[in-house]
């Protein structure tokens, strides 16, 4: 059974960082493209970055330069290194798995069950 | 980028309704759309990919279509559970994915 179960959320001061994790199980998080996804309160989904299962990474403009995905294939967990974070960043996360239609194309079908990351002083 | 655009925003619907939602993009996706449903607190689950292919377990009741820039969710009759928020997806040019703002259907 696919599962995926994120930690390391919490709330944090403007200009802090943390860095999220995503335990998988049931696939090997190497061989899939696999996502971050977030949703502020009360907001829609915005995807926030992606690892392909050969190491390239893509992150949407409003978080590139402060976080970074990884992860470790030794434990099949997936990461995200949030730097500089500011208020607008308060969110649930979501790892999700995507699943590979060709052309570096993927959908999500199967998601963690969120961790919420709150920015405030 | 590949914007999405839903409509309507939210959605009122008794049980046994047949209830439409349309997903446009801002350009043409070649079918690459996924459906999303996704109740309070929980996290989202795909409901169809390919804008009509069912994912496996979901119920026969919630249909895809569409072509071009034009796709629609359809619940061809509302069950209680189906009382939820629904979001599209493209994933035609990834990175980024790109969902719709989201559509909430709620209790007539």
């Known amino acids: 059974e696919v599962q995926l179960v994120e930690s390391g959320g919490g709330l944090i001061q403007p200009g802090g960082s943390l860095r999220l994790s995503c335990a998988a199980s049931?696939?090997?998080?190497?061989?899939?493209?696999m996502s971050w996804v977030r949703q502020a309160p009360g907001k829609g989904l915005e995807w926030v970055s992606v690892i392909y299962s050969g190491g390239s990474t893509y992150y949407a403009d409003s978080v590139k330069g402060r976080f970074t995905i990884s992860r470790d294939n030794s434990k099949n967990t997936l990461y995200l290194q949030m730097n500089s974070l500011r208020a607008e960043d308060t969110a649930v996360y979501y790892c999700?798995?995507?699943?590979?239609?060709?052309?570096?194309?993927?959908?999500?079908?199967?998601w963690g069950q969120g961790t919420l990351v709150t920015v405030s002083s | 980028d590949i914007q999405m655009t839903q409509s309507p925003s939210s959605l009122s619907a008794s049980v046994g309704d047949r209830v439409t939602i349309t997903c446009r993009a801002s350009?043409?996706?070649?079918?690459?759309l996924a459906w999303y449903q996704q109740k309070p607190g929980k996290a989202p689950k795909l409901l169809l990919y390919?804008?009509?292919r069912l994912e496996s377990g979901v119920p026969s009741r919630f249909s895809g279509s569409g072509s071009g820039t034009d796709y629609t969710l359809t619940i061809s009759s509302l069950q209680p559970e189906d009382f939820a928020t629904y979001y599209c997806?493209?994933?035609?040019?990834?990175?980024?994915?790109?969902f719709g703002q989201g559509t909430k259907l709620e209790i007539k």
């Open positions: 390919a804008a009509s």
């Open positions: 997806q493209q994933y035609y040019s990834t990175p980024p994915a790109t």
């Open positions: 999700a798995r995507g699943q590979d239609t060709g052309y570096s194309a993927y959908y999500f079908d199967y």
């Open positions: 350009q043409g996706i070649s079918n690459s």
């Open positions: 049931g696939f090997t998080v190497s061989s899939n493209y």
